[in-house]
């Protein structure tokens, strides 16, 4: 079935740096892809989103570039700031029979002064 | 709108004693889902709903937890008897009928602890 793959975290970086957040998926059709953020205590929130290939995402300095031919939707951002700190989720929706909604398993950012 | 409304916002019960989260999705919207999240699993998709009406429930763990939506604008998540393995956070979502380029909004989420 649909899946999505992150890179595991923690990832701790320095305030300033570049982030890049991996994500791939398989898909048996063809889903649109989202990036959500969780800041502590707090639900999801929508990121970005891109619904079809070679479409960029962007969204608070983020961006992720939907990739049909790696399957990718990696994350970036070129200069993290220290409220950036959260648990970011790749996902997908497939828009067919099922219409689900799969994340993957979350990746934790650590932005330090 | 005032979004996807959960409560409550933490709940604590006893080991045996039955669980009901509660679930006020944005009104229009169609479609609702039930997540669950651990820190050893992440986030699972539970079950959700489509006009009311369950469409998946592979990913409920077992016979004790049931859901419903009697109504568009209300859902419920039981768990009886609890267990202190299904100690976590527990997020409904909801998003409209409009398919595959459609995000969903999620509520704050239950904060379950079984003890």
């Known amino acids: 079935g649909d899946s999505v793959t992150q890179m595991e975290g923690p990832v701790t970086l320095s305030e300033e740096a570049f982030l890049t957040i991996n994500c791939t998926y398989t898909?048996?059709?063809?889903?649109?892809l989202f990036w959500y953020v969780q800041y502590p205590g707090e639900g999801l929130q929508l990121l970005l989103k891109a619904t079809k290939a070679d479409d960029k995402g962007s969204n608070k300095g983020f961006e992720a570039t939907y990739r049909k031919e790696t399957t990718s939707f990696h994350l970036e951002k070129g200069s993290v700031q220290v409220s950036d700190s959260a648990v970011y989720f790749c996902?997908?929706?497939?828009?067919?029979?099922?219409?689900?909604?799969?994340f993957g398993t979350g990746t934790l950012l650590a932005v330090q002064p | 709108d005032a979004g996807v409304i959960q409560s409550p916002r933490h709940e604590v019960t006893e080991m045996g004693q039955e669980v009901t989260l509660r679930c006020k999705p944005i009104?229009?919207?169609?479609?609702l889902f039930w997540y669950r999240q651990t820190m050893m699993r992440g986030l699972e998709l539970l079950i959700y709903f489509n006009n009311n009406v369950p469409i998946d429930d592979s990913g409920m763990p077992e016979d004790r937890f049931s859901a419903k939506m009697p109504n568009a604008s209300f859902s419920t998540l039981k768990i009886q008897p609890s267990e202190p393995r299904d100690s976590a956070v527990y997020f409904c979502?909801?998003?409209?009928?409009?398919?595959?380029?459609?995000?969903?909004?999620f509520g704050q989420g239950t904060r379950l602890t079984v003890v």
């Open positions: 009104s229009g919207h169609d479609y």
């Open positions: 996902a997908l929706r497939d828009g067919g029979a099922t219409n689900k909604l799969i």
């Open positions: 979502a909801s998003s409209s009928v409009m398919g595959r380029n459609t995000e969903a909004f």
């Open positions: 898909a048996t059709g063809y889903p649109s």
